[in-house]
């Protein structure tokens, strides 16, 4: 079992350019979720899918932020005209899911570093 | 609302030592709350949770977390630390219904001297 992997590690961006992240789930895990961290904010959710459908993204920013898993393999965070306060590491995870209720227990990737300039 | 409070940021002690790491929550329904460790440059790494039955649980790693409804705590602790310990650990709270996310406190950064 690989664990949760996200790519790139690290990512160095101009301000105005787009970013996108990618999250691979641990196979069989059918909720995924995001979370940005920062040293001022600390860890701050951003949105969740359960079974690739979108389910609460009551944490991301309205404007240039959004989050998709097109496959149960895969979901991607894009931010659109990056800004140098979108810098931080972006941290997915991925949970179990059984008899319909989430185990409370997440998996979490290492994390992508996005750094706008 | 769900809040999450840690009230220490650094925790420093020697290694065998034992330690714990304070959490107190708030909320008025039936919750999760967990643990998390985080090693420098890593992403989270679950510990132990709680949902209900034995107050006591026990996680990786010999550590524990014991709740307390009447104090609304749910303390992490470890008997004798290593160094490998050093690390940030997260204290989390998630509603029993509702939205599955996971609110997290401030962390308390755990350093194992030798």
């Known amino acids: 079992n690989a664990g949760v992997i996200q790519t790139p590690r690290h990512k160095v961006t101009g301000k105005g350019q787009e970013a996108t992240l990618w999250c691979e789930p641990i196979?069989?895990?059918?909720?995924v979720f995001w979370y940005r961290q920062t040293i001022v904010q600390g860890l701050e959710f951003l949105t969740y899918?359960?079974?690739?459908?979108?389910?609460?993204d009551s944490g991301m920013p309205k404007e240039r932020f959004s989050a998709q898993m097109p496959n149960q393999s895969h979901s991607t965070l894009k931010i659109q005209s990056t800004q140098p306060q979108d810098s931080a590491v972006y941290l997915c995870?991925?949970?179990?899911?059984?008899?319909?209720?989430?185990?409370?227990?997440?998996?979490f990737g290492e994390g992508s570093k996005l750094t706008v300039l | 609302t769900q809040t999450v409070s840690q009230s220490d940021a650094h925790v420093t002690v020697f290694e065998g030592d034992s330690v714990e790491l304070r959490c107190n929550y708030s909320?008025?329904?039936?919750?999760?709350l967990s643990w998390y460790i985080q090693h420098h440059g890593h992403g989270l790494q679950f510990l132990l949770k709680?949902?209900?039955?034995?107050?006591v649980v026990q996680g990786v790693n010999g550590f524990e977390a014991e709740f307390s409804k009447s104090d609304s705590s749910f303390h992490l602790r470890k008997a004798s630390v290593h160094w490998s310990d050093s690390a940030v650990y997260f204290c989390?709270?998630?509603?029993?219904?509702?939205?599955?996310?996971?609110?997290f406190g401030s962390g308390t950064q755990l350093t194992v001297m030798p």
């Open positions: 995870a991925s949970s179990l899911v059984l008899g319909g209720q989430g185990t409370g227990q997440l998996y």
């Open positions: 196979s069989g895990h059918s909720a």
């Open positions: 899918f359960r079974n690739q459908a979108p389910i609460d």
């Open positions: 909320y008025g329904g039936s919750i999760y």
């Open positions: 709680y949902y209900s039955g034995n107050p």
């Open positions: 989390a709270v998630r509603a029993s219904s509702g939205s599955w996310q996971l609110i």
